[in-house]
């Protein structure tokens, strides 16, 4: 029983704590990836900020062997956002972002952003990030899903009072900054940086690729304690 | 001329900041990738702590425009240390590392680690690690390459009393940490934890995989004031 903390051995989300019974596809990734047998250990959470620790049985039904746990949100949602780029590099970003425990990722349309999509390819995208959140969020033994919004015009985004934009020359990230805007590999416009000007923050000496500074924004936000 | 600052616009290394003549390839990537023309501006640097601002001209010939910058060394090593892990895992984590300005980096072989590698297996990946941190430097603007170390038996790097391994519990990282060992998957053998167990460090509250713990202590090791 000793693994049972919430941060060891499997992890899967059910519908409802009450219910606990596992998807099709979460009890083949179990039994099949994770060669989980009947009566092995795993926690099971609603999504929702609560988790259980459970035994697998002969069937989809968990039997719960232990108390209802839940962990409070963040006062304020830890926020990445940044710019739409090319190839598979939103999906690495979203699923690293997942797993450094970010609550809010939201994908910018910025004015330099050398990608652009239509709605349908928007639609295909958001699908697959939702599996690869759910996917990240059970292997990093999250109890909450991210949310994730897209694309979202950059120049609004940064307007609000509460982002601040990575660039080189801005300030030390503080324990008051909780949401991070990072650029595309152009960098902001005119606009666009000026309607944050007043609020960038480093990322370090380096230039990075937009995946990598989004990374690091994670990282600086979630596992620094603040 | 406002571009010239060692973090913006093109960056290429040369064999000598006396010579200042461009590889072959490097001059195809400047040509054709970034489509610079003669008379564009790019920083040369010679991959030990110096570079210069230039001119591309109509060959391999670069023309200096500024004095050449000295970047002094840390006084301590960055050092990001990872277990061996399988696929294409390990070159993103040497990509990510070297963007974000590790200065030592060392892929270990750890008890748990579920890929073994010959020496034939090794030398082609150390060919090919070098390749992607020198491209990775080109890109981050670094004026250092870094050094790669492989395969270093886990249970010995982790005895070194300057190396802190990633642990959930562990202390959060202060400014007296400069190196970060990463475990397998399946965690550290308890020899190897016990090798190190006075010494451990935590990279947040979330379950991450072995190159993602890698690019978080990266992160909290250079993008950090300290």
Redesign the interface.
Known sequence: MSELTG??GP?VFVDSLDELVVADDDLHHLRKSLRLRPGDALTASDGQGSWVACLLGTDSALTAVGERVYQPMRPTPATVAFSLVKGSKPE?AIQ?LT???VDQIVVLDAERSVVRWDDAKLAANLERWGRITREASM????VRLPRIEALVPAGEWLMRPDVHAAQ?GGR?IAADVHSIAIGPEGGWSPAEAAANETRTV????????TE?AA??AA??L????R
């Not at 480093?202 to 690729?209: A, P």
């Not at 979630?222 to 304690?225: K, L, Q």
């Open positions: 941060t060891a992890h690495l690293k797993e450094l425990g292997q990093s033994h999250r080189f030390a480093t990322l370090g000496s380096t230039v990075l690729r990598t990374i690091a990282t600086l979630c596992a620094v304690p």
